[in-house]
């Protein structure tokens, strides 16, 4: 299969199985699209008709160019088969139950109260609660012995707002490392935090510890304060913006991300990444909102056109600023043509429910946190392991060629059948296929291929 399309003055093609991209001209466009339809004299034909002036189209020129093709089929670099269907299954079932990865849900309440928040203001559906210094080393705990023979394992703290539960999070960090010690383990700490608490032992503290921090801020002052509001109505911009700026600087070029929501609200909000630029901020994301449709905060067919040329003008962007010495990293542009997530990822997903999985304030198991609070999903508790083994094998077969949608998709391996969350919320199926959020995906990948692209071919890192 293979995707072709135009996009920032390019002829882009992307055989969807080799990964192979290429840059071609028109003539050779032109001949790839009819390549499987046409004889090699009908081709001739038809291209250099559609080009009588151009010495690149002259029948000689197009029959060298269908010979090219033909090579570059046989190179597996064009129209290559897809072989990887039979793997899906069996590469999952390799993992043999290792778990790699938990999001440790270390407050379930909240001191902002965002009108989109999936999480219902931090309570998931359920009471407000703190996890304890005990639960929180049992979930290690589970983990390390959970983990089989893998060496690197990653935690995030998430909530609601985890700082409402930063001395448990110091002190659990500190039994971290002592189980490194103790086991060979490497813990890598992420953090996502709308700000409101943060202070100088926070940030010594996440500049030392935190492999990552995932910092809320939704671009402009006027979009922000809007939905992003304090439990008496207040705007939270004015009091959290300096703070991620210290942060930041603080952080002396460690891992961090401005991660922004769009909504209803913002579908123009290439104008909240400008606002993101224009305070200093270098890593970047804006996630399109997942909520019901009816809310008010969805995003509609008539936001589609909007996104998609946000999307666009966003990659030029990218590319201007490059090349004038100031790039930023974009979440969702970020691909690697040359070597890229291994096959095992391109087809597996996240691992949710399997390899990742989230606990709560009381120790029980979700597949991600997006399924907290929805009970049917409880995978088990930390301290019995899983024992909804029915609803850990449905995720476990969960991925890419379960989905008889994605199977004719040209952007499947790279999404790797999408988010099973936001599958659920939208067709109330972890195997369903979030249509809305495939087009707004389809369109990110078209424009991080051509943004990566042209990096490669104009040498510039």
């Not at 993101?276 to 270098?282: E, H, K, P, R, V």
Request: hydrophobic letters at 35%; glycine letters at 8%; a negative charge.
């Amino acid at each position: 299969m293979i995707h072709q399309y135009r996009l920032g003055g390019k002829n882009i093609v992307l055989d969807t199985c080799s990964g192979s991209v290429h840059l071609v001209d028109d003539v050779a466009y032109d001949v790839i699209s009819l390549y499987e339809s046409h004889s090699k004299e009908d081709i001739v034909r038809e291209v250099a008709a559609r080009y009588p002036a151009r010495p690149e189209a002259s029948p000689k020129e197009v029959a060298a160019c269908v010979d090219e093709v033909t090579e570059l089929k046989k190179a597996g670099r064009l129209f290559a088969p897809d072989t990887f269907a039979p793997m899906a299954g069996e590469l999952k079932a390799r993992t043999g139950g290792v778990v790699k990865a938990l999001c440790l849900h270390v407050a379930h309440t909240c001191n902002l109260n965002c009108a989109y928040c999936f999480a219902s203001q931090g309570r998931y559906h359920g009471e407000r609660a703190v996890m304890s210094l005990e639960t929180g080393k049992q979930a290690l705990d589970f983990l390390v012995a959970h983990s089989g023979t893998r060496r690197n394992l990653e935690v995030d703290f998430f909530g609601g707002e985890p700082l409402m539960n930063f001395p448990m999070i110091r002190d659990l960090v500190a039994y971290a490392r002592s189980l490194e010690k103790d086991t060979g383990k490497h813990f890598r700490f992420t953090l996502t935090t709308n700000g409101l608490n943060i202070d100088d032992e926070v940030i010594d503290f996440c500049n030392r510890e935190c492999h990552n921090v995932v910092l809320s801020l939704d671009g402009r002052k006027e979009i922000h304060d809007a939905l992003r509001v304090d439990y008496q109505g207040r705007g939270s911009w004015d009091r959290i913006v300096p703070k991620f700026q210290k942060l930041v600087a603080a952080r002396g070029g460690k891992g961090y991300y401005m991660r922004g929501t769009f909504t209803h609200a913002n579908p123009d909000f290439l104008k909240d990444i400008q606002v993101m630029l224009d305070l200093g901020f270098t890593e970047l994301s804006m996630e399109p909102v997942v909520c019901a449709p009816g809310d008010p905060a969805a995003l509609t067919e008539e936001d589609k056109p909007i996104v998609f040329r946000q999307y666009e003008e966003l990659a030029q962007l990218m590319i201007a600023r490059r090349r004038e010495g100031r790039p930023f990293t974009f979440y969702h542009y970020m691909i690697d043509l040359t070597g890229g997530p291994c096959i095992y990822k391109r087809i597996s997903g996240c691992g949710s429910g399997t390899e990742y999985m989230a606990v709560t304030p009381w120790g029980d198991l979700y597949p991600c946190h997006q399924f907290v609070g929805e009970e049917g999903f409880r995978l088990g508790d930390i301290r019995h392991g899983v024992d909804n083994l029915a609803v850990q094998q449905e995720f476990a077969s969960c991925n890419v060629y379960a989905r008889e949608e994605c199977r004719s998709c040209w952007a499947r391996l790279y999404c790797s059948g999408g988010c099973a969350a936001n599958a659920w919320h939208s067709t109330g199926s972890v195997k369903g296929v979030y249509a809305y959020g495939c087009d707004l995906f389809r369109k990110r990948m078209e424009c991080a291929i051509m943004v990566e692209a042209v990096r490669q071919t104009e040498g510039n890192a």
